[in-house]
């Protein structure tokens, strides 16, 4: 190892160190906070049954998840990431009938119960933790401060000092004591971020969701997206039910009665019969190009035959802006992810021209650690909004269906960037028979 | 489609019902054209077009006029790649005209092209906002999209009841706005005029 490469090393221990130091303060902060905290809520949850408690849990619940979001934070921060574990808060109404439903959801939620025992234990152990660095590297430094020569001063004044074992009454003593210092100092750097990362990791058994919470949020979001399954899917029938009794259908029945009356009129008035039958073929060609734009939308021919990067490279062709597309897609997705990747991406692309008033945008379509990911971005106004929009908010619902996502970076004034994301197999690509 | 196609006099050398079968079918036969379905089995994907495609890299300017239920401009811009002429694609209604479609094949037998309106109308609409097709006149937008399905500047005239003077006066404007020097080809016209609306210039000479 070079002198460079030591001295980086050193560099970046020491400076762990210190961060986790730094963490250690802000810990015993959060212990003196939860000690606070507990108190509050314990006399809140007991008021109660006096009517206070009813106003007061709801104004200090906010104050705990602040504390206890404060050291997930800095789990996080520590390299142990923890998810929230609270159930959303239900619609409330105004008034005291409010405040006694924010109660109930507050105290029924098990989350609630576990930051409690958080706060109990961390008013020690978040001290002890988070105390521990700072003593160390105060200990450390005072010892090399007395050693460098602070200890004469002590000893003329008619202190008897000790340092750790170690008398600081002669210069050899002093060395020791140095020495001793030392090894103080290099206990500091090596442990100070284990002992940040070992509150990090009691955090998260007490601040994680809980295997039951997880389970019990999973369940939610699987019946939610059910639902929005089976509501799509439905409509979707619907129109196409609609689509082909008002069209195909309808046509095909003018087709055979003006057949029918072309047989008639055969041999009596082969002019009116021509006409007829010169009707019946146009008739057909609408029938058809209705088809067409029928399957189109149930699922393109294109996504069909080549697969979703030339399905988008297609819709890109036929938009009126300029769309670049990148794809890195070695293969075939399994057919629902990649319809529904397409319509998400042909619905953005549509939104773009109509309410972005964009005229270039590009799409870079990869597949990465098991997940398609999609990055729509365009030269327009910006200011979307998936909240006001029912156009992306449907987007989203049928993304989450997959378990994916639509992220939306669209600041007033532009430029837009939409990121969509799928998790989902990537099969071998279909091998040419040529 | 064969009693059609025998019906106006044409000699079916091979009716072949796969994509290997095809290709093969077309490299040896090397036929004066062969009309192609896009999805054919074993995949029932774009095995016609990618035959057809195989097969003009194997066997440069062999004439193909492709089918289909739907149509793309990717794969037309496909199929246009190579400009070298004799290359159709045609949404399957067209057969329903039998004199028209019959004359398309016709086209791309001689070493025309025949481009379906529909994607001819996609394109225009495609790009109509940008340079330098924008600065078309209305009509001379129609010559082009008439020139782009393959008909010829007598074709043009009739369809547009105007003198053919009236034509070559369009298309001389329309290759003097896009850029392109006029050759005596109708063919490479068309082919140059497509690339260039796929955004890819061709060398017309």
């Known amino acids: 190892m070079d002198v460079a490469t030591a001295t980086g090393l050193t560099g970046r221990a020491l400076s762990r160190a210190l961060y986790a130091t730094g963490r250690g303060v802000l810990l015993v902060a959060s212990a003196a906070l939860s000690l606070a905290l507990l108190v509050a809520t314990v006399l809140a949850t007991a008021f109660i049954s006096l009517g206070v408690g009813v106003l007061l849990l709801p104004l200090v619940t906010p104050l705990v998840r602040r504390v206890t979001g404060l050291c997930r934070d800095l789990a996080g921060r520590a390299g142990v990431p923890i998810a929230t574990p609270y159930l959303p808060a239900p619609p409330t109404e ?310 994916g996502t639509l992220v939306l970076s669209s600041p007033e004034g532009g430029p837009t960037v939409a990121i969509l994301e799928l998790p989902c197999a990537l099969y071998s690509p279909r091998t040419s028979s040529f | 489609m064969v009693q059609l196609l025998e019906s106006y006099d044409f000699e079916i050398v091979a009716a072949v019902d796969n994509g290997p079968a095809l290709l093969d079918a077309l490299v040896t036969l090397r036929p004066e054209v062969a009309v192609v379905d896009v999805r054919l089995p074993p995949t029932f994907t774009d095995e016609g077009l990618q035959a057809a495609l195989e097969a003009r890299r194997r066997c440069p300017g062999l004439p193909i006029l492709v089918l289909s239920q739907h149509v793309e401009q990717l794969y037309a811009k496909e199929l246009l790649a190579d400009a070298s002429g004799g290359i159709g694609y045609l949404l399957k209604d067209r057969v329903l005209n039998s004199d028209q479609f019959v004359d398309a094949i016709r086209r791309v037998a001689d070493g025309g092209t025949a481009m379906d309106p529909q994607v001819i109308s996609q394109l225009l609409a495609g790009r109509s906002r940008r340079e330098p097709l924008s600065t078309l006149t209305p009509r001379e937008r129609e010559v082009l999209k008439l020139m782009a399905e393959g008909c010829s500047n007598t074709a043009i005239a009739q369809r547009l009841i105007v003198s053919q003077g009236a034509v070559a006066k369009y298309t001389t404007s329309i290759f003097t706005k896009l850029d392109l020097t006029p050759a005596d080809d109708s063919n490479r016209r068309v082919l140059a005029v497509l690339a260039y609306l796929n955004g890819t210039r061709a060398d017309v000479s």
């Not at chain 1, 008639?264 to 609408?286: C, F, G, I, K």
């Open chain 1, 94 to 403: 105004r008034g005291v009938v409010g405040w006694v439903q924010r109660c109930r959801s507050i105290l029924t939620d098990p989350a609630t119960w576990r930051d409690l025992l958080f706060l109990l234990l961390n008013v020690f152990v978040g001290f002890v933790l988070g105390l521990l660095p700072v003593t160390l590297l105060v200990y450390s430094v005072e010892g090399l401060v007395l050693s460098a020569g602070f200890w004469m001063l002590m000893r003329e004044s008619g202190v008897d000092f000790w340092y750790g074992f170690t008398p600081m009454d002669t210069w050899p003593h002093a060395v020791l004591g140095a020495l001793v210092s030392l090894v103080v100092f290099a206990i500091w750097v090596a442990a100070s971020p284990g002992v940040v990362a070992g509150h990090a990791y009691f955090a998260r058994t007490l601040l994680g969701p809980s295997e039951r919470a997880e389970i019990a949020s999973r369940m939610r979001h699987l019946s939610e997206t059910r639902s929005d399954v089976i509501n799509i899917q439905a409509t979707e029938l619907r129109r196409i039910e609609r689509d082909l009794h008002d069209g195909a259908q309808a046509r095909l029945v003018a087709i055979g009665m003006k057949l029918g009356a072309a047989t008639r009129q055969l041999r009596t008035n082969p002019d009116v019969a021509e006409t007829l039958l010169v009707d019946a073929r146009n008739a057909t060609a609408s029938a058809l190009e209705e088809l067409r734009c029928l399957i189109r939308g149930i699922h393109p021919p294109v996504l069909a035959e080549r697969g979703l990067e030339d399905a988008i490279r297609a819709i890109a062709l036929e938009s009126p802006i300029d769309v670049d597309v990148t794809a890195d897609v070695p293969g075939r997705l399994a057919a629902p992810a990649e319809s529904a990747v397409y319509f998400a991406l042909s619905e953005l692309l549509t939104n773009i021209v109509k309410h972005a008033n964009a005229d270039r945008a590009s799409i870079d379509l990869r597949h990465e650690d098991g997940a398609l990911r999609a990055v729509v971005i365009d030269n327009g106004q910006g200011g979307a909004d998936a909240s006001l929009g029912t156009g992306l908010r449907g987007i989203e619902r049928r993304c989450a269906t997959f378990d």
